[in-house]
């Protein structure tokens, strides 16, 4: 790890650079518990083999997600107990604005109660039914809104992005040959907006260059379109660009995330990822822009002063967003990440490289090759690592996608399991141990088997849809990880 002195150079902290320094101590925590496997078999029995079924009680190291749930700094905590209670004009709101414009540099700003409600609020006020909306990759609840208002999504990645082995910096890039081929076929009066996503969550929380985005500004002006920015990841995304894009290795973190939201006409955000544990904020520099959604904002969210946001939560994303420009507090996750992606591929088990944000990918198509896609191979190895770990992942694969017409599965383009790095949240002995409980599963992998339904949603039926093992393979796996482990947990 390197990082720019006041002079601008890059300094190293430490010889060589293969272990991820924290620059923090933990002052506050919180107790886990590693339950013996029989009590794990237990638990994903009652869990229907879905992991978001699973409780934390049962849980050891909680990798489902990095929403809502990253370490706050002593500076946050401190913050929120100054909250100013009010409905309306209150001083934590003017802290928090204040925030937003010195970051972004966009002076209309709209609270909202977290991302998704930014983004009923952008696709209402901007979509009409028919319209096309290109973007480098689409998130779950952004698809969602933009169809629910009548709008189609067009992902235009690069050819690079759902490699699973990659040394592409950038695979998160917009492709500009296929966004320009899709403003033809489809006019810039059918396309209300490009989006942006920085990290692009979905396939591995890849970054886009900032040359990138610069292309797509170009093509953007040309055509006469504005480019919304999805900023929820832009923390991390800006720390790819500063270390993986020569020209930014000495810019600091303020600058470039003020050139990311300079070349874009609104930028918005989830706050449970960026920078506290709730919220959202929308931002322009454009009244126009504004003048179509604030109306909306009271009458989805709240007043225009906390956007359904308690003012702690509010103090807390003001610090949050301020230490944003800390490469200290942004480098955590991803080399995390990067440390724990090269120690996995180095062992050969296979895993989306390069490391991104948010989280590691480990390919379960390839890792449980064994397993046809109709029995489900993440959700198969999702289980499986949770038995013999209990740690808590994330199927990103067929179980995640839907039932086409016909009654068939629409099989997923991947199959990934996806283990988040909440911020700062994990020690490295903890990623190590993960390490190695995934290294004993791949040596294993033969004896696990697939999943089948045994209740299955109509709508998003990944969030409560129960599984179950198709043959005894639970049994077959614990009895070999007691021969190996003896009484250990
Ligand atoms: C999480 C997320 C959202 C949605 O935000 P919520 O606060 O969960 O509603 C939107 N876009 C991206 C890229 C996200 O990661």
């Known amino acids: 790890m390197s990082e720019t002195n006041q002079n601008g150079a890059m300094v190293k902290f430490y010889r060589g650079n293969n272990i991820p320094l924290e620059l923090h101590k933990v002052r506050v925590v919180q107790k886990l518990h590693l339950n013996p496997i029989e009590d794990r078999l237990r638990a994903l029995r009652e869990a229907g083999f879905n992991s978001f079924l699973l409780k934390t009680k049962d849980t050891f190291l909680d990798m489902l997600t990095d929403s809502g749930c990253n370490a706050m700094s002593d500076r946050q905590t401190a913050a929120m107990m100054i909250a100013d209670d009010a409905y309306a004009g209150s001083q934590s709101y003017d802290r928090m604005e204040a925030k937003v414009l010195e970051l972004f540099g966009k002076q209309f700003i709209l609270p909202v109660h977290q991302g998704r409600a930014a983004e009923n609020i952008i696709s209402r006020a901007f979509i009409q039914p028919g319209d ?53 076929e489809f006019g810039a009066e059918g396309i209300p907006f490009i989006r942006l996503e920085a990290s692009t969550n979905l396939i591995g929380g890849q970054p886009f260059s900032m040359k990138n985005m610069r292309q797509v500004r170009e093509v953007a002006n040309k055509a006469g379109i504005m480019i919304v920015l999805d900023a929820s990841l832009i923390g991390e995304n800006a720390w790819f660009i500063k270390q993986r894009e020569s020209e930014y290795h000495h810019k600091g973190m303020g600058a470039i995330i003020r050139e990311m939201s300079d070349l874009s006409d609104l930028v918005y955000f989830s706050a449970r990822k960026l ?28 007043f225009l002063t906390y956007g359904g946001m308690s003012v702690r939560e509010i103090e807390a994303m003001a610090v949050g967003l301020e230490e944003t420009l800390d490469n200290h507090m942004i480098c955590q996750s991803p080399s995390f990440i990067d440390y724990f992606v090269r120690k996995v591929d180095g062992l050969g088990i296979p895993v989306v ?42 199927e990103r694969g067929t179980v995640s996608s839907v039932r086409l017409d016909d009654g068939s599965d629409l099989p997923a383009d991947i199959e990934l399991m996806r283990l988040a790095f909440p911020r700062r949240v994990f020690t490295l002995s903890q990623i190590e141990y993960a390490i190695d409980r995934l290294c004993w599963l791949y040596e294993n992998r033969q004896l696990v088997g697939g999943l089948e339904w045994e209740k299955e949603p109509k709508v998003l039926r990944f969030f409560v849809g129960r599984l179950k093992p198709i043959g005894d393979w639970p049994e077959r796996l614990m009895a070999k990880f007691r021969s190996d482990f003896g009484e250990s947990l």
């Open 275 to 302: 920078s506290s544990s709730r919220g959202g904020i929308i931002c322009t520099a454009r009244e126009d822009l504004y003048d179509q959604m604030r109306d909306m904002v009271p009458l989805f969210e709240g």
């Open 353 to 394: 490289t390069p490391g991104g944000a948010l989280g590691a990918h480990i390919d379960a198509g390839s890792f449980l090759s064994h397993i046809p896609q109709t029995q489900y191979p993440a959700g198969a190895l999702v289980s499986a690592f949770y038995l013999i770990s209990g740690i808590r992942g994330m």
């Open 132 to 184: 096309h909306i290109p973007m480098n990759y689409h998130f779950t609840t952004t698809k969602a809104h933009i169809e629910l208002n009548g709008g189609t999504i067009h992902e235009i990645y690069t050819d690079e992005a759902l490699k699973i082995k990659s040394d592409h910096p950038f695979k998160g890039n917009m492709d500009i040959e296929k966004l320009k081929t899709v403003i033809n």
